[in-house]
Nanobody, 128 residues
Framework: VQLQASGGGLVQAGDSLRLSCAAS????????MGWFRQAPDKAREFVGS????????YYPDSVKGRFTVSRDNAKNTVYLQMNSLKPEDTATYYC??????????????????????WGQGTLVTVSS
């Protein structure tokens, strides 16, 4: 599946931002979708994911309560709503898709190796 992330930009601390990831290609509806971020000189970090049905979401403690992942299978799009943004949220954000969402569990949703396809990334900068 091909992924195109958008919605990044420059915001102030405390602001909100919603990222979108449009998918095309093979069946989007069967894919578990994830969001990751990578700051300069740091490893890629998991920030949230959603299962193929949209019923289950997973988040690391660092963003839990501030970030929300959702999806619209009719539009082949997954979203990342980010609230109460902090300067440490500054990074390039990537969306990713699995080949078979049924194989993903809470234990594997946060691993970069779970995902087969990646978007190009969208930069989010949070000023203090």
């Amino acid at each position: 599946v091909q992924l195109q992330a958008s919605g990044g930009g420059l915001v102030q601390a405390g602001d909100s931002l919603r990222l979108s990831c449009a998918a095309s290609g093979r069946a989007f509806g069967s894919s578990h979708m994830g969001w990751f971020r990578q700051a300069p000189d740091k490893a890629r970090e998991f920030v949230g994911s959603i299962d193929w049905s949209g019923k289950n979401t997973y988040y690391p403690d660092s963003v839990k309560g501030r970030f929300t992942v959702s999806r619209d299978n009719a539009k082949n799009t997954v979203y990342l709503q980010m609230n109460s943004l902090k300067p440490e949220d500054t990074a390039t954000y990537y969306c990713a898709a699995t080949t078979d969402g049924r194989l993903v569990s809470s234990a594997t949703a946060g691993s970069i190796y779970t995902y087969a396809d990646w978007g190009q990334g969208t930069l989010v900068t949070v000023s203090s």
